[in-house]
Structures are given as structure tokens and as C-alpha cells.
């Protein structure tokens, strides 16, 4: 499925395309819940199992994003617990009005839940203490394997991403492209936060500064063959990379390509 392209999405407010209605991802036991408000301290209030329209290819890729933080949770979770995923906040699916979600393409996702002491909620933790920005960074690169348009408060052309995650399908799960703010705002993170690279902007520009924090990241991970932007197989290994290294909260550099190649190997077994 190809969804149009952005200016002929964002031209019009109507709703277009088949959708389905559902309240899990990827298994009945992975709710959906509407996040109403906020508390006090500025967390997402989500009180009830909630049923949202979509798109199915939607569906179903965010339910391979919902698989992939179950595992990491399970193999990967912070602090060596293994945490099974719990259940998902979200603000919305689609909505008539310009841009992706009124395909049904497009989803603002506001918490990801391995239970109360282990979630990442998309208002606060940003912005908070390193290692739930690393989690935040965990989740955002597991939306990029499945969604090729990711905004979130470091990718926030208009301003409203700093309470939400959103994905879309305008752009397939392709392979990195240091022209996309989504790919080029991951990397810049991931230097930033797992590689230590602290004067390095967020901004989307892949400039002097990133292409040399790039590099650092890229020795760090033993990733000198393995150039994200050759081929979809490289960028995933980088997004798993980027996913293992932020819900462990680990310094980059702690796993590398070949871990993630003998993960894939024994799992294919
Ligand atoms: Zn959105």
C-alpha cells in the first residue's frame, strides 16, 4: 500500500480509505487506552481500554512496533529486569483533517507501558532524567523500523510534538536518508545520549558536527561496514542498535552489529 504524497495529503481535510476499529496492537492482551488528560506532575491520564479507527496497514505495522518493545523490554529492560509489555496510550488515529491521519495512515501514540515502574511517557520523558530520554530514544527508533515518518519533541515541525509521538505511512520503513529530520533527528540523539556527544544539537541538519558524531557512533557500534543509509537491512541493525543500547540504558558501544547478528541467528534457528 502507497499512501499519496504529503502535498496532496496535507491539501484536503477529508477522510479517505477503508479502516478498522480495534482497542489492541499485534495481540487481544495489548490494549489501546485513550489518554484524556493530565495529572499533576504532567503525566498522561489514560483511565480506560479504548477502541481507535485505522487504517489496517497502520494496525498492523504499529503492532510490529508493539512486538519489537515487548522483546526489548524482555531481553533488554532497564536496570536487568525483564519486563513484559503491558498496554499503550494513544491521542488519536485517524481524524479528518490534513496530512496522513486522514487516511487513517498516521498515529499519535502518548505512553508505552512495561508496567508502573517502566514505561515511557511521551509528555514528560523527553525531557527528563538520561535514562528515560535513552528509553524515549528506544521507542522513537522502534517506530522508525515500521513507520518511515516519525515526530516527537526533537522532530517538531509544528510545534504540537512535545506531548506525542506521531508515525506515518506517508513514507514506507525505508532505508535512512540524512535528507529525512526523522533519521537524521535519531542519529543526532542516539550521540547525544548514548555516545556522549553532549554539544551536539538535535536540529535535523546533517552537518560537520553530525557527521562527525556519526562517525564516533559508528565505531562505537562496530558499525564501519554497516552504513544505515545502503540498505534497509543495515538500518534496522542500527535501529535495534539504537533500541537495545536506550531500554538498557548502556553506553554505546555496549552491544554491537555482531550481537545483533547472533541475536538474529539464534532466533531464526
Ligand atoms: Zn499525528
Redesign the pocket.
Known amino acids: 500500500m502507497t499512501f499519496p504524497s504529503s502535498s496532496i495529503a496535507f491539501a484536503r481535510s477529508t477522510c479517505e480509505y477503508p479502516d478498522i476499529t480495534r482497542n489492541w496492537f499485534y495481540d487481544s492482551g495489548w490494549k489501546m487506552r485513550y489518554r484524556t488528560g493530565y495529572d499533576r506532575n504532567g503525566f498522561g491520564v489514560h483511565p480506560n481500554v479504548t477502541s481507535f479507527t485505522m487504517h489496517e496497514e497502520a494496525h498492523s505495522q504499529a503492532g510490529k512496533v508493539i512486538r519489537d518493545l515487548h522483546s526489548l523490554g524482555k531481553y533488554h529492560g532497564y536496570a536487568g529486569i525483564s519486563r513484559p509489555y503491558q498496554w499503550t496510550g494513544l491521542a488519536?488515529a485517524k481524524v479528518c483533517k490534513p496530512?496522513y491521519?486522514r487516511y487513517g495512515a498516521?498515529?499519535?501514540f502518548t505512553r508505552f507501558d512495561w508496567g508502573s515502574d517502566c514505561f515511557v511517557d511521551t509528555a514528560v520523558h523527553g525531557r527528563a532524567r538520561r535514562y528515560l530520554r535513552r528509553r524515549y530514544l528506544a521507542v522513537i527508533a522502534t517506530c522508525r523500523k515500521h513507520f518511515g515518518i516519525v515526530?516527537h519533541r526533537h522532530n517538531d515541525p509544528d510545534g504540537s510534538h512535545w506531548n506525542?509521538i506521531?508515525v506515518?505511512r506517508g513514507r514506507k520503513a525505508v532505508a535512512m536518508s540524512w535528507g529525512y529530520t526523522t533519521d537524521t533527528t535519531i542519529i543526532q540523539w542516539a550521540a547525544r545520549d548514548l555516545a556522549g556527544v553532549t554539544d551536539l544539537a538535535i536540529d535535523g541538519d546533517f552537518g560537520p558536527k553530525t557527521t562527525a558524531a556519526f562517525k564516533t557512533l559508528r565505531s562505537r557500534f562496530g558499525a564501519e561496514d554497516f552504513d544505515p543509509t545502503a540498505s534497509n537491512t543495515n538500518t534496522m541493525l542500527w535501529l535495534n542498535l539504537i533500541g537495545w543500547h536506550g531500554m538498557a540504558d548502556q553506553d554505546a558501544g555496549t552491544y554491537q552489529v555482531k550481537d545483533i547478528e547472533r541475536h538474529e541467528a539464534a532466533a531464526s534457528d
Open positions: 488519536g496530512g491521519h498516521a498515529i499519535d515526530l506525542h506521531h506515518d
